[in-house]
């Protein structure tokens, strides 16, 4: 059993994480170096006119974007362990684990781990106005946990009342409220920070969707053999 969990989490992540990391690079970075040029104070919204729109040149820095690479593979990885460890406990609850029912998973996954934090917390560039940070991984933390536990209630509850446990556990981090700055400020415009949410967003979506699929397909051949 461990070196199928070990086999399906290193196998998934590594890939979920290298494919998350060039699409990244590709989409994601350019609005982080754009943020840093209004960060540095090189470039500045305010004034009068619009601010056009700056030019980043393709460049390849290979320390940081081999930085990159590594620590999006190692981070999937352990998302990977943890996923494959839940899909472990609903298959001894007779849950069938395969490449279609893994991509539910990654799903939920994303679910749990990036699109309900950021609906209370979304993404931030580099000088943008925030909370104080130990305050935000708390409440990012509490969120993760209680988006998953409502999760998993909804999904193997065998009434209604464990699916509306599972809702209100969804819900309670955002009626709690997430803590933010007192105040709307900040260098970088807001058209540039949209943009840098959703797209970190459809990353994590697709790269989650890769590793639930990945992993339930690597369990099932585990299991076949």
């Known amino acids: 059993m461990?070196?199928?969990?070990?086999?399906?989490?290193?196998?998934?992540?590594?890939?979920?994480?290298l494919i998350a990391a060039l699409l990244q690079l590709a989409f994601v970075q350019p609005s982080l170096l754009r943020a840093e040029l209004f960060e540095s104070g090189t470039l500045t919204h305010f004034g009068s006119g619009p601010t056009p729109v700056p030019e980043i040149p393709f460049a390849?820095?290979?320390?940081?974007?081999?930085?990159?690479?590594l620590f999006s593979a190692l981070i999937y990885t352990?998302?990977?362990?943890?996923?494959?460890?839940?899909?472990?406990?609903a298959e001894n609850r007779g849950a069938r684990i395969d490449a279609r029912t893994g991509l539910i998973w990654g799903v939920a996954g994303f679910v749990a781990v990036q699109l309900a934090p950021a609906f209370s917390l979304p993404p931030e560039l580099p000088g943008s106005a925030a909370a104080e940070v130990g305050a935000r991984q708390v409440w990012w933390?509490?969120?993760?946990?209680?988006?998953?536990?409502?999760?998993?209630?909804?999904?193997?509850?065998?009434?209604?009342?464990?699916?509306?446990?599972g809702a209100?556990?969804?819900?309670?981090?955002?009626?709690?409220?997430?803590?933010?700055?007192?105040?709307?400020a900040g260098p970088v415009p807001p058209e540039l920070a949209g943009l840098f949410a959703s797209r970190a967003l459809g990353v994590g979506l697709m790269a989650w969707a890769i590793l639930g699929t990945i992993a339930g397909y690597v369990w099932s051949r585990g299991e076949a053999q």
């Open 2 to 17: 461990f070196q199928k969990l070990l086999t399906s989490a290193l196998f998934a992540g590594f890939a979920a994480g």
């Open 60 to 69: 390849i820095d290979p320390v940081r974007d081999a930085l990159s690479v």
């Open 78 to 89: 352990g998302y990977a362990m943890l996923l494959v460890v839940a899909m472990s406990v």
């Open 141 to 165: 933390f509490v969120t993760i946990a209680a988006t998953g536990a409502g999760l998993a209630l909804i999904a193997f509850g065998r009434s209604l009342w464990p699916a509306l446990a």
């Open 168 to 184: 209100v556990l969804i819900l309670l981090p955002h009626l709690v409220g997430a803590p933010h700055h007192a105040s709307y």
